[in-house]
DNA sequence: TTTTGTTTTAACCATATGGTTGAATCAAAA
DNA sequence: TTTTGATTCAACCATATGGTTAAAACAAAA
């Protein structure tokens, strides 16, 4: 037999990333299988040696797209820092996460729209969970005085939205401000850098370096 | 003949109303003829009588969805107004827009995402110059210290993310938060009164109500 | 009544696509 | 050398799907 066991036989890694790549591009539908294989350099019968069907090799995609994604984050929340320092660790790590995975929001959003009963709720239901306790943190914030009035809900929907939305956005921003591929990573770097201050700046009331 | 004329007939607005919301919700690849034929309630023969193809309807429905959003958010940019009733103006409108059009969104930067050449870029071409004076005024009130120092594309990239994200991200949001669709609609009501507020504030530099 | 455009019905075609199969090849391990 | 799993190749199947067609029914306008 050829090379096996240790890391997953390479091809079969290979596969998994043209299938994750063509899959995140178009969609479920929109995918066509002899185009996972031909981007794997192999041929269709392989794709069904190692993984049965579409619809598995789906989900797995799927699944590790999210689990890749969403329980780094969480653990962000849970950290035992005053909600300034919280905010700025969250905002810089969180957009490292996604930036090293600009295409898996949109994805997970389209095919969640598509079919909400896909994802397992109870993995949703668990970051519910743990999200909790920062929503506690901000509102004893709130009532300190301490930061903004807006409920605590509303403002992690503006800080998720400030992170995630230019990725999603970003074929519209880069013709509207007229930047070509290099501009757009350049304008990541700076949000990058000036995010997490702005989020700060806009949550926490006066008084924060 | 039967009715005609004047609106065009029904049964033709009927057809594309559900090819609308089919492809929405499901994508192109993801849209069959059938279930559009049935959701309006005719059978599929006459689909290709009003709209020769899957192709031609899908363009319709594409560039009528663009441009019934679009043109109405830019205009908002150019009135004459002073920056802070200008960003609050174009929070509260843009809202209504998006709170009719809820799924447009998602739909448009899916199928942007799979096909970039499929929207005609003068099209945001065009509205990249009609956003243009409104970044000088951004740029201008910086100058004069009114506003948070950040560059204006920044900051235009931050409101569009509030306004848009959460339709976007309604199904997570709506699992994190345990909210039902009521809870939710009454989360985004809430947000139509307090988002305004929250971004003429954490844009504009002290002292406005 | 005739005409004309609308709508249904039902059968049908061509194609793309997911998936299968079986034989052949190949390379490494035993 | 034998064995065994990996890989290719080519042909093939079944099905879904977009699309067509022709005939008939229908309803309003002329």
Redesign the pocket.
Known sequence: ????KEEQ????LKIFEAARDVFQAKGLEG????EIADRA??????L???Y????K?FEKVYQLSIIRVIPQIVSLLNEDLPLDQKLRNFTEKYLEIIIANPDIPLFILHELNKNPTRLKTFMLQEVGKKVQPFLEQLRQESKKGNTVDLPAEQILVNIMSMLIFPFIGRPVFQVIFDMDDAAFEQFIFERKRLLPGFIVQSVMKSNHS
Chains 1, 2 share one sequence.
């Open positions: 037999m050829k090379e096996n036989s390479s091809t079969e995918t066509r299988m002899q350099g192999i041929n269709k019968s392989l069904h040696y190692y049965r069907s579409k619809e090799l």
